[in-house]
């Protein structure tokens, strides 16, 4: 079974500080993705990437970047978190068509 | 683009009985997927279904069916039998190409005794 773990799981941040979120899966799925929840809302991705060292924007990557150093990591970047970046955001890995989740990181930027 | 809108905010049934949970899709693509994912309270989302277009058989998977509806680009979820533990946020979404899902807002689900 798919496994996707994130850290950490809870975050705390200072606006204009920088956050790294990241997400480690262990079933050699190529492709992962990025998304942000918020309240009332459906998921919306931030990135993602097919391949190691390569990403691609989704529909909301501004304020954000990603990156991919090997295929089992993936990690979120925010260089200058704002109020508006507290959200709960999730990893994802694909298999096939269908996308497994990690747990979620819930960010507060205060 | 895609869009996938689901205007039911909250549903509550009693247990054991039958829920119906609205989507409807749009896209420009002759051939796409549609996905139900399950949100549950302690944030854990999990695949529960899928459809392909080109598949004219709604599909099952244990007490969740789907009912597709092509011509109204709509595919509802279906959950018999209702449990307690059904009680979530359900979440509709689409792709075409594979890549990337386009979620829906998602319902909430409260199955009451």
């Known amino acids: 079974e798919a496994a996707v773990t994130q850290s950490p799981r809870s975050k705390v941040a200072v606006t204009g500080g920088k956050v790294t979120l990241s997400c480690h899966q262990t079933?050699?799925?190529?492709?992962m993705y990025w998304y942000r929840q918020d309240t009332g809302h459906g998921l919306r991705l931030i990135h993602y990437?097919?391949?190691?060292?390569?990403?691609e924007k989704g529909d909301i990557p501004d304020g954000y970047k990603a990156s991919r150093p090997s295929q089992e990591n993936f990690s979120l970047i925010l260089e200058l978190a704002s109020l508006s970046q507290t959200a709960v955001y999730f990893c994802?890995?694909?298999?096939?068509?269908?996308?497994?989740f990690g747990p979620g990181t819930r960010l507060t930027v205060l | 683009a895609q869009k996938v809108t689901q205007t039911q905010t909250s549903i509550s049934v009693m247990e054991k009985t039958t829920v119906t949970m609205d989507c409807v899709y749009e896209?420009?693509?002759?051939?796409?997927?549609l996905f139900w994912y399950k949100q549950t309270a302690s944030g854990e989302i999990v695949f529960l279904i899928r459809?392909?277009?080109?598949?004219?058989e709604n599909a099952t998977v244990g007490h969740y069916s789907l009912n597709f509806q092509k011509p109204k680009s709509s595919i509802g979820l279906i959950i018999t039998a209702t449990q307690i533990e059904d009680s979530a946020v359900y979440f509709c979404?689409?792709?075409?190409?594979?890549?990337?899902?386009?979620f829906g807002q998602g319902t909430i689900l409260k199955v009451y005794l």
């Open positions: 979404a689409s792709t075409s190409s594979g890549q990337k899902l386009v």
């Open positions: 079933n050699n799925h190529d492709y």
């Open positions: 990437s097919y391949v190691a060292d390569s990403t």
């Open positions: 896209t420009q693509d002759s051939s796409y997927f």
């Open positions: 459809q392909d277009s080109y598949k004219k």
């Open positions: 994802a890995s694909r298999d096939r068509d269908e996308q497994y």
